[in-house]
């Protein structure tokens, strides 16, 4: 029975409050397109994406319009390149980028996530080539996104591979210099990367995973917001149950859209990620969350313990409302694409210190970030390698999406456009890891990955 | 099947006739009204059933959705599911 007061608050969640699906992304597996032609490889892999994909974007409106809910977002996300493509020399990886940006034009999707390598254990030669293309695919491209795991808990840190990135993060921010650097936002450094996450930039199709799958991540930090501003002064019992509740009813709605979405483009159903993603809107921001349940701005001392307890609520509320959940779940903390962020941040009230801080509680880690232009690689390369034994010893997810902004010194504004905002540039520790970076091989995996 | 309509804007003679008129046009058969007028604001929540409408769901929204904006309203139709979904277990 339809209740009334049911529908009022669906739709002013809706409404007033932001709610949307962030995503729905089709994971189309590239194992089948491998061959050591170039051209024959990007051809295959372009038919294949436009072909699996075809429809995802006109039944996203469909569902659109059948539940009144906005679907903002429709993306694919494919087999690592690094792996579907491990005969392709570097040159051949850059034509393979374009093919992807070409399927994705076809398909009128924002974004296609997959150009990527798993080497946290080492390089096979397509490893090597792939991310010897970077940056020229993220400056030659405008969709394609870029990912790359150099660690997990089970393997340890692969320091070759993050004295890598670095580099290619500075090479990518060079060339792509004439547009804020925006090449380093597509691009995200990971450890133990969820292998079903449907989240920008860095959704892949994993190895394990069907030929295709669909993914569904939902929003909604301003629905928590309000709930958590309705309730008023309530001790932290309260407070977690709140968020439970609004996190259950927010997955309910990707639940029953990653369902109708699976049966409409006859693709199984992956799973759910019930991630609270932010956007520069007003009012959808989890800084906006974290100062609702009393902290004077987002950075303050006792934010980190505010993170983990919405982080853990959202959770909690999610995993019952949807039969799969998966991918990065909980609470994003991107700065540049949170209103609430950018202005702690331009006041001076969050650090990347405190930032990082943060990252050992939410779902993913520093994201979004801009930084000097003139940082140094290995600077880059110690945030990188700070962040990421985060992940692997607390055997959780995190990663490093920074960009440092060509030209930009600290307090300088850097723009990225829609979705991805605008960013203060922040100030690092300027002293140098250098000689810790160099070193190279492998940091060993941590004694409580022995769990077999 | 139902779907709710939800039917927003400022006050005027006849808003529930012609929203009645494309229901009735489009085999949507109302089954409960809740409607309301505060300082000349207009709101209406109907819900009707859909099992019969001679047109594709996804048309209907668009034909109502027209409708209101001919007539300087918002009217919003939602499928009875994602009400279901997110407030019962």
């Known amino acids: 029975m339809l209740n009334m007061n049911d529908i009022l608050e669906t739709i002013h969640m809706i409404e007033g409050e932001n709610l949307d699906i962030r995503t729905i992304t089709m994971g189309i597996s590239l194992l089948d397109c491998v061959s050591e032609d170039e051209d024959r490889f990007c051809e295959k892999i372009y038919d294949k994406i436009t072909r699996k994909a075809e429809k995802l974007v006109a039944v996203g409106e469909e569902i659109e319009k059948m539940y009144g809910i906005p679907i903002v977002n429709k993306r694919v996300s494919v087999t690592p390149l690094a792996i ?32 990527g390598a798993l080497v946290h254990k080492g390089f096979t030669p397509g490893d090597r080539n792939l991310l010897a293309a970077i940056p020229q695919a993220l400056c030659e491209t405008g969709k394609v996104c870029s990912s790359v795991n150099v660690a997990s808990t089970k393997a340890g840190i692969n320091m070759d591979a993050v004295k890598q990135m670095g580099d290619i993060i500075k090479e990518t921010a060079y060339l792509t210099r004439d547009n804020d650097s925006i090449g380093c936002a597509k691009l995200v450094v990971f450890t133990n990367v969820p292998e079903d996450n449907p989240f920008m930039a860095g959704a892949f199709h994993g190895v394990g995973e069907p030929d295709t799958v669909i993914n569904v991540g939902v929003s909604g930090p301003g629905v928590v917001a309000s709930a958590i501003k309705r309730a008023g002064d309530c001790d932290f019992s309260t407070l977690a149950d709140i968020i439970k509740k609004t996190a259950f009813k927010i997955t309910r709605m990707g639940q029953l859209v990653a369902y109708e979405a699976s049966r409409r483009l006859d693709t199984p159903f992956g799973i759910v990620d019930l991630s609270l993603a932010p956007t520069p809107a007003i009012g959808d921001s989890v800084a906006h969350i974290l100062e609702g349940m009393g902290l004077e701005q987002c950075g303050a001392h006792g934010t980190t313990a505010a993170l983990a307890l919405l982080n853990d609520a959202v959770k909690k509320g999610g995993v019952m409302a949807s039969s799969h959940v998966g991918g990065l779940s909980g609470a994003f903390i991107p700065v540049s694409e949170d209103q609430g962020m950018i202005d702690a941040v331009s006041a001076g009230s969050l650090s990347l210190d405190k930032l990082e801080a943060m990252t050992a509680v939410c779902s993913v880690g ?27 010893a607390n055997t959780k997810t995190t990663a490093v999406r920074v960009i440092p902004a060509w030209g930009k010194k600290p307090g300088d504004m850097v723009s990225f456009g829609g979705l991805l905002g605008y960013a203060p540039v922040m100030r690092l520790n300027e002293k140098s890891p250098a000689a810790f970076i160099a070193r190279g091989g492998r940091i060993p995996a941590p004694i409580h990955s022995l769990k077999n | 099947m139902k779907a709710v309509i939800t039917v927003t804007g400022k006050d ?5 006739a012609k929203v009645s008129a494309a229901c009735a046009e489009n ?18 929540i109907m819900v009707v059933e859909i099992d019969q409408i001679a047109v594709e769901f996804t048309k209907f929204v668009e034909k109502m959705e027209a409708l209101g904006a001919e007539n300087g309203l918002v009217i919003h139709t939602m499928h009875e599911d994602v009400f279901n979904a997110m407030h019962h277990i």
Do not use: W
């Not at chain 1, 570097?90 to 994705?104: C, E, I, M, Q, S």
């Not at chain 1, 979004?368 to 990421?388: F, H, K, L, S």
């Open chain 1, 84 to 115: 579907a493509g491990g005969a392709l020399s570097r040159d051949g990886f850059v034509k393979a980028a374009k093919a992807l940006d070409r399927a994705a034009d076809t398909l009128g999707i924002n974004f296609i996530g997959g150009f």
């Open chain 1, 366 to 392: 520093l994201d979004m970030i801009a930084i000097p232009g003139d940082t140094p690689a290995d600077v880059i390369c110690g945030i990188i390698a700070d962040e990421i034994s985060i992940g692997v």
């Open chain 2, 12 to 16: 005027v003679v006849g808003i529930i």
């Open chain 2, 27 to 44: 085999h949507a058969n109302i089954i409960d009204i809740s409607q309301s007028v505060l300082d000349e604001y207009f709101a209406m």
